[in-house]
Every structure is written in structure tokens, then in C-alpha cells.
């Protein structure tokens, strides 16, 4: 699995990982955390499933790629003992962190490749590039961005105007626009008399607001009290931004109106 760039340091419990596991046993299994640099895990049996499991090698095997939760960090003299779990991760949370993952490998590979091709180092490309890049919740979403509006894009993120010129390059062979989705799921009860007008009023104003050009947000009800909000947008960072934004403005509102319940879950991203 060709991975240039890996992150130093360690991960943070309760962080969502994603593990290569290389060695089972009956007491658990043994991962190589695939984005930090020389780190392993362990997990535990008891962490393996939500179900009665008889045998461990019947859930997992070496060489799967899983996605866990981070439960123990230990820092010990010349060792770092990190323990993770799979069975405390949603379903939604390992579609979400496996995309974001592919997505960030994807990027990664591009500027491997704009690296190779431009006869520069892999060194080079992690000192002027990546650390810029990795600062980003979803770095290909700039490469994305770049191929829309030109390598001066990447320059004004701070990255050299000779390696923005490479990578754009390369990026705009590999990159086809198209759509990013999020689906969310919204979760709004009201006991007032008029309560239906005020949520109502909460998904219309959700419905009409102004997110920008190439841009979709569809509400529709599943089932009161819970609505679908389905968000489009071109790339994963603006279709993010405007989830974040329905989320302050539908827990500003519920307040301001007197909702007597409202929550909303990030279910999935889907690239369209």
C-alpha cells in the first residue's frame, strides 16, 4: 500500500484510526496504524464485535484494512502502547473516515506522481507541500479546487509557484470534476400547539437559504420527527462548510423557537 506521506506523533484517544491488521491471536490482533509514521496497535478480543465472537480469526484477518477507535494510549520508556477498538465504531463513522482516508490517499498519489515527474524528492514534496496540504480536513478537496481555478490557487495556500505548476499538472489529468453528497439526519419535536409551523419554518428557511453557485440542499421529511437534509456541492470541504452552517443555524433556531428536542446526525458522504 503505497503511503509517501504518514503523520508524526500519535493519535489521540478517541480518534478514529484506520489499522492494517498483520497479526491475530486468540487474545486479539495486532495493526499497523496506516496513517502515522512506525506505529502499531493492539486490539483486544473483547473489542473485536458487538456479538458473541468463537472465533476471532472468524471476524478479522491479517491483512484487512479496519477503521478503529482509539480507547488507551500508554507512554512507556522507549514504547508507545495504543490499544484500539472496532466494535465502538459506527457504521456511519467507518463509510465516513474510510472515504475521507481513500480520498486523502488519492491526493497523496498525485503529488507522488507531479513529484516523480518533475524529477524532485519525495522529501522535498513533504517539507513544501504536504505539511500545507495535511493542514486541510480534506486535502484533495484543494487539488479539486486547483483544477476549477489554476495553480495560482495552490500558490496562495503557501505552496512554491514551480511545485503548484507540477502538481496542477498532474492534477488535472487525474481529477475529473463531478459532486460530493452528505446526508444528514435531522431530529426536530416540538409540544407547542403551533409546533408543526415552527419546524416548518426551521427546514423552509434551511430549504431557501443562498449556499453559493453549484451548490444543492434538498429537505424532506422520512417520517416525523425525523427529516432528511441532503447537501451538494462540488467539492467535500464547501458541502461540509454548509452542513456546519445548517448545524449552528438549526440549534440557534430550536432555541430561539422553543423546540423542545432537535438533533442532527452526519450519516454519509457519497461521491457522485
Known amino acids: 500500500m503505497s503511503i509517501p506521506f504518514r503523520k508524526h506523533g500519535i493519535p489521540d484517544v478517541g480518534e478514529l484510526v484506520v489499522a492494517q491488521v498483520k497479526k491475530v491471536f486468540d487474545y486479539g490482533a495486532y495493526a499497523d496504524l496506516l496513517e502515522y509514521e512506525n506505529l ?29 477507535k482509539v480507547i488507551r494510549v500508554e507512554r512507556r520508556t522507549g514504547k508507545i502502547q495504543i490499544d484500539i477498538s472496532i466494535k465502538r465504531v459506527l457504521e456511519g463513522e467507518k463509510r465516513t473516515k474510510i472515504l475521507r482516508w481513500k480520498r486523502i490517499q488519492r491526493a497523496q498519489k498525485i503529488i507522488e506522481m507531479a513529484t516523480k515527474n518533475s524529477n524532485r524528492s519525495l522529501e522535498d514534496a513533504y517539507k513544501y507541500v504536504w505539511t500545507i496540504l495535511e493542514r486541510e480536513a480534506d486535502p484533495l478537496s484543494v487539488l479539486e479546487e486547483a483544477v476549477l481555478k489554476g495553480p495560482q490557487l495552490l500558490v496562495q495556500r503557501g505552496i512554491p509557484e514551480d511545485w503548484s505548476n ?21 431530529e426536530l419535536v ?55 452552517r445548517i448545524s449552528r443555524y438549526l440549534e440557534e433556531q430550536s432555541k430561539a423557537l422553543e423546540i423542545d428536542r432537535f438533533k442532527l446526525v452526519h450519516e454519509e458522504i457519497e461521491k457522485g
Request: hydrophobic share 40%.
Open 166 to 186: 507540477a502538481i496542477f499538472s498532474e492534477a488535472q489529468r487525474h481529477i475529473s470534476i463531478k459532486t460530493v453528497k452528505i446526508r444528514a439526519l435531522a
Open 190 to 244: 416540538c409540544y407547542k400547539s403551533d409546533g408543526i409551523e415552527r419546524i416548518k419554518k426551521i427546514l423552509s428557511d434551511i430549504s431557501s437559504m443562498d449556499y453559493g453557485s453549484n451548490t444543492k440542499v434538498l429537505v424532506y421529511t422520512i417520517g416525523a420527527p425525523r427529516y432528511r437534509i441532503e447537501i451538494e456541492a462540488v467539492d467535500y470541504k464547501i458541502a461540509e462548510d454548509i452542513y456546519n
Open 40 to 68: 502499531e496497535a493492539f486490539i483486544p478480543w473483547s473489542e473485536i464485535s458487538t456479538r458473541y465472537v468463537k472465533d476471532i480469526r472468524d471476524v478479522i484477518k491479517e491483512n484487512h484494512v479496519v477503521v478503529g
